[in-house]
């Protein structure tokens, strides 16, 4: 295994070399545009293998930056792994780890903690302007505000389209129900706006697009313009939207010194968009995790390259901290590291024998150690409800695949190889005491945000029935308090909300 490390790093060190990479010179401090889509898979956008959607202006990121081919999600469903995009940390660690619906009972009040140092909080500490478009979806109550976590602007949606269509610009709701069809014209058109009017001072944009995630209406302009009905119409919109906003950097004359940052949230609903992995949204096969992940920095890349190295969502925190000069927080714990060391032919400083954990909402499923993959047994039980894939449900003993020679996870091999299964379940017998399992709060793991003071934090409403009556009218109560209009939150009534003071 440490020979074949050493020899796959060597391969990735001289393509970085290869790429002619300029870090090592001063450049001003550079502005950032994180672009995080929604359900975008492996394998649908053209420099990842789509052939029947064309995406010539994300490619021409690719093409002259980084593209890694082993970047994983924290998670395999949207709330958890934007958290772990914002923080730095495992969604587990961070408290955030459940697929938030302000629609159910047990969610309303639930969001990202306060006390969490957002991506936005580390450039506000070195002056950045800070903005937001798109889909929050880290809490929808006045305490979960991207206004509260770093953002000087917001313009976008609380949440997924299909627990609540309103729009905001700052708090002012100016759609109750968005148009879907204009979606991509609006966010690119605040996108372009805010590149000429600011771009004078280093700015941090968080672009998070809400499309492929269902529901989706192309433009008038792309009905029909690929192959792939009306989710590729909305991809290549998508891309013309990436498009105009290089545009505006080069019309600016920023965009040399502009990072661009294009990935997505997790895996795509379909399989056929996840290839050549097995596995979708909402399970912990790689088609779930692995996404595309593009870094894109003229100023100091000036040559495109591919990547093998791993990487995760944990990542892009200690990274962007580390170029901007600001420090990482002292008093917490972060899961991912710098990838600078890539740009000046280096090694990363995670160790080669750190595993990757692939935790479901509270249940760890997976551990991915070097090119070895185990699948912990589980029960119905544990799983949280969005996952529907059985393939894994109900397994007695670990399930072992080399991801070396089998991407589809398809050859159990862990008869082959006792003592690696015996070591990578002792790794997770230890991730779990620190990161906790199902109904089981870890020792590692920060508070989850609550805007009911007290309340139980219950991932999945099947288990919302273990929580004591008189506990449960008090959160009914409060949601009463707070949304008069709605009788019960499962009504999910459209509601203008105000920033708390």
Request: aromatic share 10%; with cysteine; glycine share 8%.
């Amino acid at each position: 295994m440490r020979m074949l490390f050493v020899i796959l790093l060597a391969c990735v060190l001289a393509h970085v070399q290869n790429a002619r990479v300029s870090h090592g010179q001063t450049h001003s401090r550079p502005n950032v545009i994180f672009f995080l889509t929604d359900d975008l898979g492996f394998s649908d956008i053209s420099c990842y293998g789509a052939t029947k959607v064309k995406t010539p202006n994300i490619d021409a990121l690719a093409n002259k930056g980084i593209k890694f081919t082993d970047f994983h999600t924290g998670a395999s469903i949207c709330s958890p792994s934007r958290a772990a995009f914002l923080t730095g940390a495992y969604p587990q660690r961070c408290g955030l780890y459940m697929g938030i619906n302000e629609n159910r009972e047990e969610h309303w009040f639930l969001g990202l903690h306060p006390d969490e140092i957002t991506l936005a909080e580390q450039f506000k500490n070195q002056d950045y302007q800070t903005f937001m478009i798109g889909k929050w979806h880290l809490g929808n109550e006045p305490e979960f505000h991207p206004l509260l976590q770093g953002f000087d602007h917001y313009y976008g949606m609380p949440s997924n389209v299909g627990h609540s269509a309103e729009f905001f610009d700052g708090e002012e709701l100016i759609y109750t129900s968005t148009p879907l069809a204009k979606l991509t014209t609006l966010y690119t058109e605040r996108a372009t706006k805010i590149i000429k009017e600011h771009g004078g001072q280093p700015f941090f944009l968080y672009f998070a697009h809400n499309y492929p995630h269902t529901p989706y209406q192309a433009g008038k302009d792309f009905v029909g313009s690929s192959m792939d009905g009306v989710r590729g119409d909305v991809i290549q919109e998508l891309d013309w939207g990436v498009g105009e906003m290089m545009k505006a950097l080069e019309d600016a004359g920023i965009a040399d010194n502009t990072i661009v940052i294009f990935t997505s949230d997790n895996g795509p609903l379909k399989q056929q968009y996840a290839q050549p992995y097995r596995g979708t949204k909402y399970v912990s096969l790689e088609g779930g995790h692995r996404v595309p992940f593009i870094f894109h920095w003229p100023a100091a890349i000036d040559q495109g390259v591919e990547s093998e190295t791993p990487v995760v969502a944990m990542d892009l925190f200690p990274t962007l901290s580390e170029i901007i000069g600001e420090p990482l927080p002292a008093d917490r714990e972060f899961d991912g590291v710098s990838l600078m060391p890539l740009l000046d032919g280096k090694a990363l400083t995670r160790p080669e024998t750190q595993p990757f954990f692939y935790y479901n909402c509270e249940n760890l499923q997976a551990v991915r150690y070097g090119d070895w993959k185990l699948h912990l047994p589980r029960t119905g039980q544990q799983i949280p409800w969005w996952d529907k894939n059985k393939a894994l449900v109900n397994v007695k003993s670990p399930v072992l695949y080399n991801l070396r020679n089998d991407l589809h996870e398809s050859k159990d091999v862990a008869s082959e190889n006792p003592e690696i299964v015996q070591q990578m379940v002792r790794m997770a017998d230890n991730t779990r005491k620190e990161l906790g399992e199902y109904m089981q709060r870890g020792s590692g793991q920060r508070p989850t945000g609550s805007a009911v003071s007290g309340a139980p934090i219950i991932s999945n409403g099947k288990d919302w029935q273990t929580v004591d009556a008189e506990t449960r009218a008090t959160i009914k109560e409060e949601h009463l308090k707070r949304h008069p209009e709605s009788k019960k939150p499962s009504q999910g009534a459209n509601r203008k909300r105000k920033r708390s003071q």
